[in-house]
């Protein structure tokens, strides 16, 4: 591509980021220190509505097995309100109206939720809930005196906090400076800037450089728009690192340029990696993004929307953050109120991360949690309103953007390119072979919207006006948990003589030619077979999906209620990959037990080497570590194999007699990195029989994997930052061999 006018095009942003010094302007202007408000009263911790909100978080405290729960929850005498229930990872709840009851099994990891809204509260107001007999009191004031309530009773815990709203708000737009819009207009979206001063502490200066130098020239694409937009939104990880107020104050001087209203969304840079939202409602975390906020254009919010001409725009956060919305539930229930006062008006919605899938390593888990992209996904449904879903956070190229857009319920989804941040590539080559990073502009006509992507060297591309479906029958894990999969009793399609039916795939990006990761029904000597393969991606360049590829697999549930068994297959290694069993890349039949919605049994089998850190990290549990098996495959003959699984399990120790769900994934995992050649794998003939014996391979005993065929991040050498990009250090060779 165009390198050489590029640099030219990037002017004083390039010129200061080549002579490697900080390309900060003058002297950055400090922002005002914020804190979020105190409650020194009962009046500060009600409602905009002047509600007092109530959340419940029930979970089991010793045992693994899922603990049963008899919940009996009213509103108190004489006062009106509404409760509601938000499951997230459990099983949803059984209710009798009629006496207020709730019945439902809880785990230690995952919360069952219930909010209460109380309407004409006092602080002598009582509330009183019972749980498996248990009876539990407290007045509003008790509450807010202590701010958390514990109770504990046969092995579960509620604890009881108040809701605020502070961060939660409706905009008129014209106290920031968006004007009226009563004919045609745009609006400019900037996803991912991820800039900063480069001189912070344990910053990244030369990532963070190579991005400045980006958003600068994002900035300018913005000011060349003629006629102006009507406002600009930067749509999450405004900063890089983990929110620090010098990287705020570095991306205002930036910001502060664009010469529109600019409005912010979160996204999971704005804090600290390791921030936890605790029960009591702290929001702490949040202070340095409001500070940048409110010192750019007066807001402090989190979730807000508003109305410009004919359009609804709600802007709602995502901060990635470990049970940030199990502890914010009232956020579903003001988006449900909002769509509904706004059911008429054409809507678009801003998250930073994608509830749409991507099909790439770090989003699956790098994402927000199925339940939520379900709860969210239905509300933003209801009325057939929301025209667009607009995201950020995968630092996606143009070409996967256009090749992920989908339509979902009527819904457009696309996930945009960042303004600042270098883009992954996929494992393709860029559309214009140039940089991807650039902005959004969606231009409004009436009632009507066309987004279009400008590039910082000013290529434009224009999405289409239909949009393929996001079929979910055809991918159901994206919105769906395992353990919500039909079940049966035996393997069906196990020969797949059926192609792929009764199995479930990830959805997997595909790369237009030579395709990393490759699952395919096909003929192999004589068998119908499953063949699974994955390698490197062809087309490596900084910014790869940096963490090894797993998620070519795809699965199906065993009900074990009514029975246990042993799961039987063949399999054979593709010609290939027989003596490149040494290479970090590997197949695996990865085994996961489930009693309700809890996640008990986590097993896998590994053909060549494995990967130590498989996980679904929106079922896992810290308590159930993966266990590991080896399956020998030295030469390319078939191989008829047993598992005895549960007899495996129980010689570590464990015993699960509960389990009523196992459900079984057949994979191929690479580590996307160094030298590493591919493998693949074909499987077949899988049943399920009778428990009569041991695992075993061609008659041979199976034997736990050694440690040193396993491999995980950080193994030999740390995961580190090298010019801006993720990179493993001697990641793919062992010193020792």
């Known amino acids: 591509m165009k390198r050489r006018s590029f640099i030219t095009k990037m002017g004083a942003g390039a010129s200061v980021f080549l002579a490697g010094s900080s390309p900060i302007h003058g002297k950055t ?13 009962f009046a500060d911790v009600l409602s905009q509505k002047g509600e007092f909100m109530i959340r419940l978080e029930v979970l089991a405290m010793d045992k693994l097995e899922p603990q049963e729960v008899q919940l009996k929850l009213q509103l108190p005498k004489g006062i009106s309100g509404k409760i509601k229930d938000y499951p997230f990872a459990n099983q949803k709840a059984k ?62 815990k509620v604890t009881c906090n108040y809701l605020m709203d502070k961060e939660i708000g409706n905009l008129n737009p014209q106290k920031i400076g968006i004007a009226p819009q009563n004919g045609p207009f745009s609006l400019v979206i900037l996803a991912d800037p991820q800039g900063g001063d480069p001189v912070t502490p344990k910053a990244h200066p030369t990532r963070m450089k190579i991005h400045n130098a980006f958003i600068e020239d994002s900035i300018n694409r913005i000011n060349d728009l003629n006629p102006k937009p009507a406002f600009s939104l930067v749509l999450g990880d405004i900063v890089d690192n983990q ?121 699956i888990n790098y994402a927000e949690s199925v339940a939520v992209k379900r709860m969210l996904l239905d509300r933003l449904a209801t009325h057939g309103n929301v025209r667009f879903i607009f995201s950020g956070h995968v630092h996606i190229p143009i070409k996967a953007s256009f090749k992920t857009a989908v339509s979902y319920r009527g819904m457009k989804m696309i996930n945009l390119p960042a303004a600042g941040y270098r883009p992954r590539a996929f494992g393709e080559e860029e559309i214009h072979g140039g940089p991807s990073q650039g902005v959004l502009i969606f231009d409004i006509n009436g009632k009507e919207g066309r987004p279009y992507f400008k590039t910082v060297t000013e290529e434009v591309y224009s999405f289409p006006d239909q949009l393929p479906d996001f079929a979910e029958a055809a991918y159901p894990l994206w919105l769906s948990y395992k353990w919500q999969l039909d079940a049966a009793e035996e393997i069906k399609n196990g020969n797949f003589a059926q192609g792929l039916s009764h199995w479930h795939p990830r959805f997997v990006y595909r790369e237009d030619d030579h395709p990393s990761n490759r699952m ?89 080497k494995g990967y130590s850190q498989l996980s679904d990290r929106f079922s896992d549990s810290a308590d159930v ?67 009569l014996d041991g695992s075993q391979v061609a008659g041979g005993k199976i034997r736990k994997m050694p440690d040193e065929a396993l491999w995980r991040m950080n193994k030999y050498e740390p995961f580190v930052h090298i010019a801006g990009e993720h990179r493993y250090i001697m990641s793919t060779q062992n010193p020792k061999q």
């Not at 002598?124 to 009773?153: D, K, R, W």
């Not at 705020?248 to 840079?269: D, S």
Request: charged residues 20%; negative net charge; contains cysteine.
């Open 520 to 608: 395919e029904v096909k003929r192999f000597q004589g068998y119908q077979t499953l063949y699974l393969r994955s390698e490197k991606r062809k087309y490596h360049i900084p910014g790869q999906d940096r963490l090894p590829q797993t998620i070519n697999h795809l699965c199906q549930a065993i009900s074990l209620e009514n029975h246990s068994g042993m799961l039987q297959f063949d399999y054979c290694l593709d010609k290939d990959s027989v003596k490149l069993q040494d290479a970090w890349t590997g197949g695996f039949v990865w085994l996961e037990g489930f009693q309700g919605s809890i996640k008990l049994l986590n097993m896998a089998y590994w053909l060549g």
């Open 95 to 156: 209710i009798d109206p009629q006496n207020s009851n709730y019945g439902f099994m809880v785990g230690k990891a995952f919360p069952h939720v219930f909010a209460v809204w109380l309407q004409s509260p006092e602080p002598v107001t009582p509330f009183s809930f019972a749980f498996n007999g248990m009876v539990c009191e407290f007045s509003l004031a008790e509450l807010l005196a202590a701010e958390e309530l514990s109770f504990q009773h046969n092995g579960v």
């Open 243 to 363: 929110g620090e107020r010098s990287h705020f104050e570095a991306m205002h001087a930036y910001l502060k340029n664009i010469q529109t209203p600019i409005l912010y969304a979160v996204g999971n840079h704005e804090t600290r990696y390791q921030a936890k939202f605790s029960p009591g409602y702290q929001m702490d975390e949040f202070n340095n993004y409001f500070s940048a906020q409110k010192e750019l254009n007066g807001l402090e919010w989190l979730l807000y929307s508003f109305d410009l001409g004919d359009w609804h725009f709600i802007v709602w956060p995502d901060p990635l953050r470990a049970n940030f919305f199990e502890t914010h539930p009232h956020y579903f229930d003001w988006l449900e109120e909002d769509l509904e006062q706004n059911k008429d008006k054409p809507t678009l919605f801003f998250q930073h991360v994608p509830t749409h899938p991507i099909g790439i390593d770090p989003l």
């Open 29 to 41: 202007p400090l922002l005002p220190p914020y804190h979020y408000p105190n409650t020194n009263k």
């Open 625 to 691: 570590p993966l266990r590991h098996y080896h399956l020998p495959a030295p030469d390319e003959r078939w191989r008829s194999t047993q598992l005895n699984w549960m007899q495996d399990y129980q010689a570590l120790g464990l015993d699960l007699p509960g389990l009523d769900r196992l459900v079984v994934n057949l994979g191929t995992w690479h580590i996307n990195d160094g030298n590493s050649p591919g493998f693949g794998v074909y499987f077949t003939n899988l049943k399920w029989i009778p428990d």
